[in-house]
């Protein structure tokens, strides 16, 4: 029979020292959250006392989900922190747990441990305070850069050091919820945005966001109006600081990538003092994929990559549909599978991107596009580190330099060039079928020259979310507000999308296709917005835009892909782009396969 820990309970309530206690489990309940992830509350026994106020941190609840935690089993508590809550209840929090002996072979309770009543026993006596720690004073950008490079990835035991002032203890990141008053964490930035504005009906305002870890785990945290002033120009990242007086509420996934189920939002008590002691917390956290591993992610999944910039554009210049100018800058990364994507910079990490001696390039949160096969885009919530300091960094390094830098490598992201060559795709519509493109486990992408010879109007239009960054449809509330299920909200107006169907034709054959917002748009010769109001307003005048886009011939860029639906298997063709034809490109292009074929 395991002999558990007597004592352990008494010492961990009170925020003792208890090293990898041996504890049974009695009883386990879950408890559901109003609007967060479900908790689970456990009955532990140390074989003299009994306690039921023990919870499983979030990121353990698959252990209780599927059986692996049982009654009766008896557990390795490896990690642990005891959290005072606001009514002064004390809870322990598990971080860590491993059973090491099932239910089965234990039979039944060991012992006969009694329930323990705070007040029992007193608690070890709290520590001297610290010295004071010197106000948050501005520190070199570039100073805190190199230090994330050079403490990239490290770690070391983690250690629960008292704060400044002694007012509560450092406790980990993933025990963090709602129902705490009291804590401090202690934690170093990895990525602090910009500040953004907006001016509404409500007024105006502004906010920043950063991301901080250490060795538990990681979380967003947002400043608004008044912190923006005191916190933005202050923090840095790389730098360690003790956090305290945030509010905990649950993660908006649309915004954040991070494993973690909350969010964190300073406010007018909130604290933040630099750590002078900082050798032990880890920096960005980063679970790297080989790019050749990209084709089997899904669109708009998130992942950590490493690799050589192979290619680097020269930064170019959009206008958003706000009228918001960007910079944006593409750049190849190749790693040791020989594969090639492209990514997309944006913004200041575009304009100051420096590509120069083909560095290492990490990237984490790094979005996954089916732009042209599969490419990346790294937005403002994304971490880029040049030549970090990790050992991955340097086996990618020394392989470049030995043999990568002779390999062309496979490009994952279609060539994007005129109408008339480069490595595009060319097929005409019959090659499409008798290739079979499509069948296969992926998705195939071809370019062809095609004539519109049917569009579909009707339900080519549909009412969506005005939110900027979500296309859902919206459901009319019939009272002059429009739902939105996507981002749970009404608004009191919506925005028109497009889905056109349309059947394209070349000299041999046909195919119905699919054109979303820009290609549709570009095929109508009009915006969404101004078909929306024809159709409310002149249905006549809706008609003969959709005539006059007849018979019109375009360079189309398709995805192929066999999808099945009601035991129905069948081709389905996306347009990814719209171009008009180039002819001189296109007779160059004709005259080099008449060339081909003749000899």
């Known amino acids: 029979m395991v002999q558990l820990s007597g004592g352990a ?59 692996t935690l049982v009654q009766n ?19 322990v929090i598990i971080m860590d747990i491993e059973v090491v002996q099932s239910a089965e072979e234990v039979g039944g309770p060991i012992g006969d441990p009694t329930p323990y009543s705070e007040g029992q026993s007193k608690g070890p006596q709290s520590a001297p305070n610290p010295p004071a720690v010197r106000p948050l004073q501005p520190q070199n950008l570039n100073d805190a850069n190199r230090g994330l490079n050079r403490d990239f990835g490290k770690k070391a035991p983690y250690a629960m050091p008292s704060t400044p002032g002694g007012t509560s203890k450092v406790v980990p990141i993933a025990s963090l919820n709602p129902y705490q008053s009291k804590w401090t964490i202690r934690a170093r930035v ?46 840095e990242t790389g730098k360690v600081y003790h956090i305290s007086k945030g509010t905990l509420k649950i993660a908006n996934k649309q915004y954040s990538s991070l494993k973690n189920d909350y969010e964190m939002t300073l406010n007018g008590e909130s604290t933040i003092i630099p750590c002078e002691d900082s050798g032990d917390v880890p920096v960005v956290k980063c679970d790297f994929i080989s790019i050749g591993d ?24 959009l206008t958003t549909k706000t009228s918001r100018e960007v910079s944006k800058r593409t750049v190849g990364l190749m790693d040791m ?4 994507v492209t990514v997309t910079l944006w913004g200041e990490e575009a304009e100051k991107f420096d590509g120069s001696g083909q560095p290492i390039l990490a990237i984490k949160g790094a979005k996954v596009s089916d732009f042209g096969g599969r490419s990346l885009s790294a937005s403002f919530s994304s971490t880029l580190m040049i030549n970090p300091d990790i050992p991955e960094a340097y086996k990618l390094r020394g392989w470049y330099d030995k043999e990568g ?14 109408s008339g060559g480069g490595n595009t795709n060319w097929k005409t519509l019959t090659d499409v079928k008798t290739e079979h493109l499509g069948h296969g486990e992926k998705a195939d992408y071809f ?13 080519c239009l549909y009412q969506a979310c005005p ?26 107006n919506f925005k028109y999308r497009l889905i056109l169907s349309a059947n394209v034709a070349d000299y041999a054959d046909n195919q119905w296709v699919t054109c979303f917002q820009e290609s549709a748009e570009a095929i109508l010769g009009q915006n969404a917005a101004y078909l929306g109001q024809l159709k409310d307003s002149n249905e006549a005048a809706f008609d003969e835009v959709f005539q006059q886009a007849n018979f019109n011939t375009f360079v189309f860029r398709n995805r192929v892909k066999l999808e099945t639906y009601n035991d129905e298997s069948r081709i389905k063709a996306t347009v990814m782009d719209v171009k008009p034809v180039d002819h001189k490109e296109y007779s160059k292009r004709l005259i080099m396969n008449i060339r081909s074929l003749a000899a």
């Not at 990209?294 to 210049?317: F, H, N, P, S, Y």
């Open 9 to 67: 309970i008494e010492t961990l309530i009170n925020g003792g020292n208890a090293p990898d206690p041996t504890l049974q489990l009695l009883n386990i309940r879950r408890i559901d959250g109003a609007n967060g992830p479900a908790r689970y509350r456990l009955k532990m026994s140390d074989g003299v006392h009994s306690l039921s106020s023990f919870m499983l941190c979030t990121q353990l609840n698959p252990m209780a989900e599927d059986n």
């Open 73 to 91: 089993c008896v557990c390795l508590l490896k990690k642990s922190v005891t959290n005072t809550l606001k009514d002064g209840r004390r809870v």
């Open 190 to 235: 990895t990525n602090k945005n910009s500040i953004r504005t907006w001016s509404n009906s409500r007024g105006d305002g502004k906010l920043f966001s950063m991301e901080i870890v250490d060795e538990s785990g990681e979380i967003r945290v947002t400043g608004f109006n008044q912190e923006v002033d005191k916190f933005y120009s202050l923090i």
């Open 294 to 317: 990209l084709e089997a992610r899904d669109k708009d999944a998130i992942v950590d990559v490493i690799g050589v910039c192979k290619t680097v554009d020269e930064v170019t210049r």
């Open 337 to 340: 599978s020989g594969k090639v």
């Open 405 to 418: 830098h002779a390999m062309d490598g496979q490009s994952l992201t279609e060539v994007r060039g005129g």
């Open 447 to 459: 370019s062809c020259i095609a004539t519109i010879v049917y569009l579909r109007k009707e339900n």
């Open 467 to 492: 939110s900027q960054d979500c296309n859902k449809k919206v459901v009319d509330q019939q009272n002059g507000m429009y739902r939105c299920e996507k981002c749970d909200k009404e608004f009191p």
